[in-house]
């Protein structure tokens, strides 16, 4: 599943683990769909970043991945939806998210 989180600032997509792991750290209940209000970003806001940061990086996983590519810490997969949140503060805009669902043809 894909979350898409939307704004009149802007629009992410990101995994929908992650996503819901990103709104409980807001104290938000992490169903998908949902929203906050603008005058409750600041807060949720704060929250986040503080779960973000208390959040260990992440730690190189014990057998190489095939890819040769690095792990992903939280705080990295965090800071696009931290941007859309800062902006949206600054806007005094809502945000919604919904699961984002493919185009079939």
Known sequence: MLVRFRSDVGDIIMFGEVAVTLLRMMGQSGSVP???L???IP????RLQQA???NPPAAPPPKARDDGEPPVSLR???FPL???LTRAIKR?????WEEERPLTG
């Open 34 to 36: 949902g929203a906050i």
């Open 38 to 40: 603008a005058a409750d």
């Open 43 to 46: 807060p949720a806001l704060g």
């Open 52 to 54: 973000v940061a208390a």
């Open 76 to 78: 990295q997969r965090a």
């Open 82 to 84: 931290v941007d859309l």
């Open 92 to 96: 005094k805009a809502d945000v919604i």
